[in-house]
């Protein structure tokens, strides 16, 4: 038996019993989402005001322990929200991992500025804080109160951290490298509704955060996001620009500023209200199927899963395997023949046509990972279908 082949029989052995093709992941929704959904049309609020929305944010700001929580249309446009909070303006660079999906990237370009390029941990998947601290060590240089790239004159105006498929990065010594340079950190928690690093929900230590609540991730509103933020200026703030910035009036129609119409609709909040309550069912589920894959995947050497760190609770959002680079297009061929959809880790940003010539840091271990990493169905559909 090839190596492949061997890798292939054991994510069969591991996976639920179930219609081929196993998708990567997929939504659960049972007669709760169905009622809350009919309710709220019957209502008639299906737009951005309504009574889902407001217990939407309520419910979520109680799960991650924050103070404040904006629901937004998507994930995208909720870290759009962040950066431009945290002060980041054109021609600005903001930091962050090339190993990332591309809207963290996009949200940079969105508000002006450039992404800048740091390398990851190759154990932990998220971004490096040695790397990141002898990067600037070796670029940056302090001035008027900021910082800036000496090799592109840009004044460096925020760090993002994204927590890989949940798993939380390595925040204690990420906040000190953030705090000597004086970078306001924005947490890309699109993936990690559900992980915890040292016991705090992730999203809650930046100043502000994104999470994501799309078909793929691990609780979906359709499409939909949030803003966590602990400071109420900066939840002010994000309300009203989320509105369209407009001010408040029983019938004025009055817009101080450019806004945008970022803010959920009711009738996603109301999938949002149902789906979080299942959080503590779908966390186990993953936990599940990782412990089948592992199980499953012992007697392969020299493959494994990316496990969570040990100061942390990860939520397992995309389960990821380690295979041998010589393994990695085999793998991801045999699977899909196989009708498993497998799936590598993005390509890395800085190899995107449209962030080439960004500025960046040594990016070895995303390198590396790009050819190594190999995402398992990672659904939970299954396994609640049969309990
Ligand atoms: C899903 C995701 C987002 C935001 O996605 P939306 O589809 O806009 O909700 C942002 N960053 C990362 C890392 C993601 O995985």
Redesign the pocket.
Known sequence: MSEATAILAALREALPVQTSPIPLHEPFFDEDEIAHVTDCVKSGWVSSVGRYVTAFEEALAGYCGVNHAMACV???AA?HICLKLAGVRPADEVLCPSL??V??ANAISYTGAIPHFVDVDAARLTLCPQALRMHLKSIATTRDGGIFNRQTGARIAALVI?HTFGHPAAMDALLEVAAEFGLPVIE?A??SLGSYYQQRHTGTFGLLS?L?F?GN?IITTG?G?AILTQNSALAARARHLTTTAKQPHPYDYIHDEVGYNYRLPNINAALGVAQLKKMPRFLEAKRALVARYQAALTTIPGVGLVTEPADSLSNYWLIALRVPPHLHREVLEATHAAGIHTRPIWRPMHLLPMYVACPRAPLQATEALHTSIINLPSGYKADLCVN
């Open positions: 998507n994930g995208t870290l990332t999906f809207a963290t994204m890309d699109a993936e994104a994501s799309n991730k499409g996001g």
